[in-house]
C-alpha cells in the first residue's frame, strides 16, 4: 500500500529533456514490465483522495505505452490490481474495478488505432465484476488482430497464483511428477507466448516486487524511479532503458 504522504515522489527535472533518439541507437528491451506505484502519495500530498491518485495515473499510463510505441518496444505489461489489492479499503476497491472499467471504455479504440493488442493476465475470480470482465474481453476481441505492441493488463494478478494455477493445471492434466518441469510450468502461465520482462520499472522509491511476475523476472533487470506513478511520462521509461544499457547481463554465467 503506498499511504506514507513524507518520502520520495518528486517529478524528476534530470529526464526532462530526454528523447527515444537518445535511447533508440543502443540495446533495447524487448518487454518493459512496469509497477504503476504512488498514486495514492500523489493524490495525499495534494489533499486529495487516494481515488483521484488513481484517475491522474491514467494520463501516465498511456504515455508510457505511447514511449514504449516511439521505442518500438513489442511487449509491455501493467500492474494495475493484484491479488493482495483486495485489502484495500471497500471503496478503494469498488473504485479501482469502475475505473479499470472505464479506462477500458475510454482508452481501447485509441489503444486499437496505435496498433496496440490488448491482454489481462490474472485470475477471472468472482470477485472481478461481470460487466468488467465484459470490458475485457471486448478489448481483447477488438485488438487481437494487432502486432505492433501487446500491452498487459496484470488484473486480479499474483506471481504466486500464477505459479500456483500452472502446477495445478498440469496436476489435474495427470502429469507425472518428473515431467513436471520448467519447461512444463512455463508452459502454463497465463501468456506461454511471452518473453520474460528485459526491464522491470517500480515507481514511488520503493524497491520491491510486490508479488508481480515472479517467474517470468528471474533474470529481469531491475530500475527503480523516485517519481510518484501520475508523474511518469515517457522520458522516465527512456531514462529507465538508459540504466538499462549500461546493465551486463550474465544469466548465471560469465561475460
Ligand atoms: C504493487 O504495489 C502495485 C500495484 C499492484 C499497482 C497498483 C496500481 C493501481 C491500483 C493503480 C492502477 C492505475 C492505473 C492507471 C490503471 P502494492 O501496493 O500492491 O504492494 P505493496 O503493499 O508491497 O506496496
Request: some cysteine; overall charge neutral; aromatic content about 8%.
Amino acid at each position: 500500500m503506498d499511504d506514507d504522504v513524507n518520502r520520495s515522489g518528486a517529478p524528476r527535472d534530470d529526464v526532462a529533456g530526454l528523447t527515444a533518439g537518445d535511447v533508440a541507437g543502443g540495446p533495447l528491451p524487448v518487454h518493459v514490465a512496469c509497477v504503476m506505484d504512488g498514486n495514492g502519495r500523489w493524490a495525499s500530498r495534494r489533499g486529495l483522495p487516494r481515488t483521484e491518485g488513481h484517475a491522474a495515473g491514467e494520463e501516465a499510463l498511456l504515455d508510457a505505452v505511447e514511449g514504449a510505441l516511439e521505442l518500438g518496444i513489442p511487449w509491455i505489461t501493467m500492474y494495475a490490481f493484484s491479488t493482495e489489492n483486495w485489502k484495500r479499503p471497500a471503496d478503494e476497491v469498488r473504485y479501482l474495478m469502475g475505473f479499470n472499467e472505464s479506462l477500458l471504455m475510454r482508452r481501447r479504440d485509441e489503444l486499437n488505432e496505435k496498433g496496440v493488442r490488448i491482454r489481462f493476465a490474472g485470475r477471472r475470480d468472482w470477485r472481478v465484476p461481470k460487466r468488467v470482465l465484459r470490458r475485457m474481453d471486448e478489448s481483447i476481441e477488438l485488438t487481437k488482430g494487432n502486432r505492433r505492441c501487446t500491452l498487459t493488463m496484470a488484473f486480479n494478478y499474483g506471481g504466486r497464483a500464477e505459479i500456483v494455477d500452472a502446477v495445478q493445471a498440469l496436476v489435474a492434466a495427470g502429469t507425472p511428477a518428473s515431467k513436471i518441469t520448467e519447461k512444463a510450468i512455463r508452459a502454463h502461465l497465463y501468456f506461454p507466448d511471452h518473453p520474460d520482462p528485459d526491464l522491470v520499472v517500480r515507481t514511488s522509491g520503493e524497491h520491491r516486487i510486490s508479488n508481480f511476475l515472479l517467474w517470468q523476472i528471474a533474470y529481469s533487470e531491475l530500475v527503480f524511479d523516485d517519481v510518484l506513478w501520475p508523474d511518469f511520462r515517457r522520458q522516465n521509461l527512456f531514462a529507465a532503458v538508459r540504466d538499462f544499457q549500461q546493465r551486463q547481463r550474465r544469466y548465471g554465467g560469465v561475460t
